[in-house]
């Protein structure tokens, strides 16, 4: 019997869940808006919010899970890598909670969560498989042996998709997060209205920098023959960029599972949520005959679910740590 509490702060959602036995039994999220007013998150004021935001959210997912405090086996967090501020208020309050009770606390790494999220629910990849890992901060290719058996093969060398989305939205005079509108106006543009030069990287890694710069350039480019470009071909421009980074990404992850004659493909991680990103592995799976598996859509982003079922793994191989242990904003794989 195992009754787990997790906390999830690396960033800017105050996250906590309960995982009974390996399955999710409650899973709260409070996310902070007060970014939305600076184009992006601003990490001393994320750590503020989450001290405001931890207690409500803990009470709030126990009464979801029907459980007592005096009935949870063990706490576990998210270490790193994330946003040190943000860490530091999950991190301490873990180690205080867990103290009070006498329980045992399990630090969790973020990437790795996002991968064991798809643990969560049914249909899970049978080992091996490759997971497609993408966010604000990582975009990497991960071959998984097993639940903590897990290769990076192939990452970027500069950016991230999720930072190559968000700044696109910037560049576009979109509000904060702008990821998800791109994804919007997608639906309605051409995906082939505009090319955008694609980095050409060798074996599996990536690169976004120049690709953002491209877009930089051509929308400048742009404006000066039409001030009004962006307005008038939003959705064209929205659904050229989202096809590029979507086709960057595939191509690698095509090549990856080539390589290692892997057929269970899975993606994870915040842009995961990303409808073109699904619909193209989707396709893509149908033309290699994939097993396909995606997160739904509240265990792509930032979510203490994943970090509960990542502990409740660690928690029967009995992997705790003691009360010394300290937040990472970078944190090895």
Known sequence: MSVILAIESSCDETSVAICN?????????????IHQNYGGVIPE?????????????????????????????AVAFTQGPGLLGSLLVGVSFAKSFALALDLPLISVNHMHAHILAHFIDDPMPQFPFICLTVSGGHTQIVVIRSHFDMEIVG???????????????????????????????????????????EPQIKDLNYSFSGFKTSILYFIRNQEKENPNFVSEHLHDICASVQH?????????????????????IA?????????????????????LNWNVYIPAFEYCTDNAAMIAIAGYYKYLNKDFVEQDVAPLSRMEF
């Open 21 to 33: 036995n390996g399955k999710i039994t409650a899973n709260v999220i409070a996310n902070q808006t």
């Open 45 to 73: 004021l994320a750590s503020r919010v989450h001290q405001q935001n931890i207690v409500p959210v803990i009470q709030q997912a126990l009464n979801d899970a029907k459980v007592n405090k005096k009935e949870l086996n």
């Open 155 to 197: 990452e970027t060398l500069d950016d991230a998709a999720g930072e190559a989305f968000d700044k696109t939205a910037k560049i576009l005079n979109l509000p904060y997060p702008g990821g998800p509108l791109i994804d919007k106006y997608a639906k309605e543009g051409n995906p082939l209205a505009y090319k955008f030069g």
């Open 244 to 264: 590029s980074i979507v086709h960057i990404l595939l191509n690698k992850l095509k090549k990856a599972a080539k390589q290692y004659g892997i057929k269970e």
């Open 267 to 287: 993606i994870a991680g915040g842009v995961s949520a990303n409808s073109g990103l699904r619909a193209g592995l989707t396709a893509l799976a149908e033309e």
